[in-house]
């Protein structure tokens, strides 16, 4: 786009003066994609464990990304084609290193690299294999949503630099609430999105017509013209997927990437610049109003900042009133479960036959060891088809406090309309959830260390099945024992969740109210200037 760098700069201007923060990374974004000229990049977004690095290992078809069943790809991966094979480490403070392909894992991978404790800023891999798709790029993002908060930041922070996006969702469980809010923030920043199910082997083919069906309804309610959806499997019975991505998205954005280069531009600046004008318009407004109304109007936001503590208390009394239920609602919920529990470690002790055989103080770890592992995969198994009753509280959580801000901002609003005449931009609340991870099993000793010291002087003939009784029971124990922790520690983790949308609803809150107040800063004397920097923006070249 010719007039881009001109665009920027008005863009720059503007939200420098009005110190416009929320705004920055946008023009920042711009900016990488003013410089990246006709290079399209294609990311892949979406919830943990969705799919994404296995869908680019099989796009590469190179087993190159680390994978696996918990979340894990934790820093901004970028892949291209190059002659020969490369990978280049880039860290936070502007070195590089070039590594072996086999150990990308130590870089990329949660388990390896927790926190980003090795302070990577991203990777590149150059692979000869992508050479059909070059020079398309592609990105591999951190899943959103897990427990590991900072991974979700990673993926959320990156959003503005988005070139075109697939978003992956895993066809098994199409687009829940989540889903819905990533497409709404990646339409603020480019054009070109596509939906992606993956895991589409997961379905009957009668499964996947169903799939598309709810899906492009769903698209259709929300956004005019939906979105193209795509099915996607990484294995090997089911290759019409690739096909026809390859064919209908993939190809036509590589022959088209000039055009879809700049409409990606055209798209992020149209976008900053509606933004900015709304910003502006308000300051206009507020600047060029009688005396009487703008005071009027502050004492209002006067009035809103005393009552943000009561809405800051409301908030965190909802909070803490979630959190505190969710241990009686965990407890009430697996009751039935315990006695199916413990009825199923009696059966499955009885017919263990190492556990019949052996004797003390042996038998003694043996239980141990054969009991943690039969709780850790039933506890698992547990948590994990209970999740949604696990999560309840902090979906919940998350509807009332989305709820409460959005009649926070229309309060605003209100008050603005009324005094200025502006309509105040729309806002979208976006709070994460994250997700916790399933909690721990831990098992105590049979016998106390004394009498397991001196186990092995037991007559087992006379004993054994006195002893047998006593495991079994020890067993069903810790089958309530750990029941009752598993309920503590999710409810422990929930509140953490809790805690955090908590945090993030009182910062949205205040940001708006602040950036507000900023506004209303203007006087009569700053109009010319609001005025002009209006008419610069609205001139701005953008087709
Ligand atoms: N059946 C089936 N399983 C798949 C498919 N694609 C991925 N998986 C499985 O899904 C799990 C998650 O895969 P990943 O590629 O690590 O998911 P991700 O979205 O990159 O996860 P994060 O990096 O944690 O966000 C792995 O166990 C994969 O084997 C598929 O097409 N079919
Ligand atoms: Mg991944």
């Not at 020890?474 to 999710?490: D, G, I, M, P, T």
């Amino acid at each position: 786009m010719d007039h881009a760098a001109e665009v920027l700069d008005g863009l720059t201007r503007v939200v420098g003066e009005l110190r416009l923060q929320s705004l920055e990374p946008q023009l920042a974004a711009c900016r990488d994609r003013l410089r990246a000229g006709t290079r399209v990049e294609v990311a892949v977004l979406g919830r943990f464990k969705a799919g994404k690095s296995s869908f680019l290992n099989h796009l590469a078809g190179r087993a190159v990304l680390p994978i696996g069943v918990i979340p894990l790809t934790a820093v901004i991966t970028r892949l291209r084609h190059g002659p020969r094979e490369r990978v280049r480490v880039h860290f936070l403070d502007g070195s590089f290193r070039d590594i072996p392909p086999e150990q990308i894992r130590h870089y990329v991978a949660e388990d390896e690299n927790p926190h980003n404790l090795k302070q990577v800023a991203s990777v590149e891999l150059e692979l000869p294999e992508l050479k059909p798709l070059a020079p398309l790029e592609f990105v591999d993002t951190p899943g959103l949503g897990s427990a590991l908060t900072h991974n979700t930041e990673v993926a959320l922070n990156w959003l503005p630099n988005v070139g075109a996006a697939l978003v992956a969702v895993s066809a098994d469980a199409p687009l829940g609430e989540p889903d819905l809010n990533l497409l709404d923030q990646l339409r603020r920043h480019t054009p070109t999105i596509a939906l992606l199910l993956t895991k589409a082997d997961l379905l009957t083919e009668a499964q996947r017509a169903e799939v598309q069906a709810f899906v492009t309804t769903q698209l259709r309610q929300r956004w005019d013209g939906g979105l193209p959806v795509f099915f996607y499997s990484i294995k090997p019975e089911l290759a019409w997927p690739r096909s026809v991505l390859v064919a209908e998205f993939l190809e036509p954005l590589r022959q088209n990437r000039h055009q879809a280069g700049t409409a990606i531009l055209r798209h992020k600046l149209a976008s900053l610049r509606h933004q900015a004008l709304n910003s502006l318009q308000l300051a206009l407004a507020a600047a060029t109003q009688v005396e009487s109304a703008r005071a009027a109007l502050r004492e209002k936001l006067a009035d809103e900042r005393r009552q943000f503590e009561l809405l800051r208390t409301e908030l965190a009394l909802f909070a803490r009133e979630q959190s505190a239920r969710a241990l009686d609602t965990y407890q009430t919920a697996l009751r039935p479960a315990q006695a199916a529990l413990q009825a199923k470690v009696t059966t499955a002790f009885q017919t263990q036959p190492e556990l019949g055989r052996l004797r003390p103080p042996r038998l003694f770890d043996a239980w141990r060891t054969w009991l943690q592992d039969w709780l850790r995969r039933e506890l698992t198994e547990l948590s994990h088809s209970r999740q949604e009753m696990f999560l309840a509280p902090l979906h919940h959580t998350r509807a009332h406090l989305t709820r409460t801000l959005q009649a926070f901002h229309d309060r605003l609003a209100a008050h603005v309309k009324a005094a200025l005449g502006v309509t105040l931009a729309q806002r979208e609340f976006v709070l994460e959830v994250y997700e916790p991870r399933a909690p721990p099993v831990d098992v105590a000793f049979a016998f106390d260390p004394a009498f397991t010291s001196i186990s092995w002087l037991i007559p087992m003939t006379l004993f054994r099945r006195a002893i047998q009784r006593s495991l079994l029971r020890k067993a069903r124990y810790e089958v309530e024992k750990n029941l009752s922790q598993l309920a503590a520690e999710w409810r422990e983790r929930v509140a953490v969740a809790i805690e955090d949308l908590r945090r993030q609803a009182e910062s949205e809150a205040r940001n708006e109210l602040e950036e507000l107040e900023r506004m209303l800063q203007q006087s009569p004397s700053d109009a010319a200037r609001l005025r002009e920097r209006i008419s610069e923006l609205e001139s701005l070249p953008i087709p």
